[in-house]
């Protein structure tokens, strides 16, 4: 089974259709069973007002595919041929890499937020039995590696130092931010976050212009200020002096020629505009108007790469590498696990065959010497097990681990719907170091104790 992510997002659609879609899904109790009942095995589907995105362990790629994304084209009503223009699909290792980031943060509106662990904290238990094994282990390691990147980074600082290195550039550009106006496009978190930072800076008049005028009054009025909507911004881009602007729109909000007619009536005053969108929300060409300073997030990355926020967003990213590799490792040694358990397995019905027929034969043969036969018998099985047995799982990290056990299962004729868990063999020998060396490797342990993404299950479930 393969990792499968098919999402909508504020990266990849307009507003209003990522809307459609997320009142579409709704209760995704609904959503879960019908993609079980499709071609997919697992199913976590992830809804916030950011984003929806279905997680599905699969056997097929197109099958995969195919059957979210018509769920997601049916439930919303918007024809499958408009919808998939928005969609974005990640596979196998790509859709681990995107579900860790999004767990750190990175991939918000607002770099390094936490509020996501949460929401894939819920997503992750209503999807209930709909999350098997492999879904399992990818969300509660999720879940641990967001833990890890707020705890061991400062990354929880990125998106305030965005906005405050934003606003120092709009400093000296306009001056002091003390009684300036300000005008702030976008209604969303980052919007939210960069009105708190002005207030603190004690501004002026704030104004907050979004497509949505109810979320513009909302945010507003949160502010000490008011809200208006965009069909009237040239007139509040003549009035204020900072323009900060975060919609999550796909296409450019404020154009360049709304900007010159605003200039145009500006009498000469100087104006600052901080893009904080991706995409960008404000045309590249504005700067090149008088009187213009036009900051974008281009340009606050490379201010904060050398910061302590840069390097905090940077150790996520090699948080996230780690884990996606030691994720990859085990889902590898998830896949052979059956193939060594069905060996076994049939090892231990031959010799419980043999051992029960040399009963019928020998019906005298005391218990001590029934018992030394019994032991030699196991003993020589296991041994003659030993290497292959253990080969299958070392060979696990190389692409062909899956050959090798692909022919294992053909040479011994094994049940390809053997138990995916690795349990203690019946063959087990007390007292043999090399072989129980081999059934920790077989259960995927480097040491006597419980592994670290096992503690940390434990402690998220607790947590």
Same mark, same amino acid.
């Given at each position: ?14 507003? #209003? ?15 879960? #069973? ?34 979210? %994304?018509?769920?997601?084209? =049916? ?6 041929? $408009? ?41 992750? /238990? ?14 509660? +390691? ?8 707020? #705890?061991?980074? /400062? ?56 497509? +949505? ?33 975060? %919609? ?44 213009? %300073? ?7 990355? +490379?201010?904060?790469?050398?910061? $302590? ?7 996520? =990213? ?10 990859? %490792? ?23 065959? $043999? ?20 032991? +030699? ?52 020998? $007390? ?27 434990? #402690?998220?479930?607790?947590?």
């Amino acid at each position: 089974m393969s990792v499968l992510v098919v999402g909508i997002s504020h990266r990849s659609a307009p507003v #209003s259709l990522l809307e459609e879609v997320t009142v579409a899904i709704g209760d995704t109790g609904g959503v879960l #069973s019908e993609l079980k009942a499709g071609a997919v095995s697992e199913a976590v589907v992830l809804s916030t007002c950011n984003r929806v995105e279905v997680y599905a362990s699969t056997e097929g790629f197109h099958s995969g595919v195919d059957a979210i %994304t018509d769920l997601l084209a =049916r439930r919303s009503g918007v024809p499958l041929e $408009e919808l998939s223009k928005h969609l974005y699909v990640h596979w196998e290792g790509q859709a681990v890499v995107h579900l860790f980031q999004v767990a750190c943060g990175l991939d918000s509106m607002v770099v390094g937020e936490s509020q996501i662990l949460g929401q894939l904290r819920r997503a992750y /238990g209503a999807a209930g039995d709909t999350a098997g094994q492999v879904l399992h282990e990818l969300f509660q +390691t999720a879940l641990r590696v967001g833990k890890r990147a707020h #705890s061991e980074t /400062g990354i929880d600082a990125a998106g305030q130092s965005l906005v405050s290195v934003g606003l120092e550039h709009a400093v000296r550009s306009v001056g002091e931010l003390e009684g300036r106006s300000i005008l702030i496009i976008g209604a969303g978190s980052m919007g939210a976050l960069a009105g708190a930072t002005l207030r603190r800076a004690e501004v002026g008049d704030i104004v907050v212009a979004n497509r +949505t005028a109810a979320n513009a009054a909302r945010l507003a009025a949160s502010l000490g200020g008011r809200g208006a909507g965009l069909d009237a911004l040239v007139d509040e881009l003549v009035a204020a002096d900072v323009v900060v602007t975060s %919609t999550g729109a796909t296409g450019l909000v404020v154009h360049r020629e709304a900007v010159a007619e605003a200039v145009a009536r500006r009498g000469g005053r100087p104006l600052a505009i901080l893009d904080l969108a991706l995409p960008r929300d404000v045309d590249p060409l504005v700067r090149t108007l008088p009187g213009v %300073t036009l900051v974008d997030l281009e340009a606050l990355q +490379t201010a904060l790469a050398g910061t $302590e926020a840069g390097a905090g967003v940077e150790a996520a =990213r090699e948080i996230v590498g780690d884990e996606v590799g030691a994720f990859l %490792t085990w889902q590898q040694s998830a896949r052979v696990a059956p193939t060594v358990v069905a060996l076994r397995s049939k090892a231990d019905e031959v010799v419980a065959a $043999e051992l029960a027929r040399l009963t019928a034969r020998m019906p005298d043969l005391g218990d001590h010497e029934r018992a030394e036969v019994e032991q +030699t018998v196991r003993r020589v099985v296991k041994n003659l097990l030993h290497t292959p047995t253990v080969r299958v799982k070392e060979l696990t990290e190389a692409p062909v681990g899956l050959s090798y056990a692909e022919a294992l299962r053909e040479l011994f004729g094994l049940d390809r719907a053997a138990p995916a868990a690795v349990t203690a063999s019946p063959l087990t020998l $007390e007292g043999d170091a090399a072989l129980q060396d081999e059934e920790r490797l077989l259960r995927g342990d480097d040491s006597t104790d419980r592994s670290s993404t096992e503690q940390a299950h434990a #402690s998220e479930a607790t947590g």
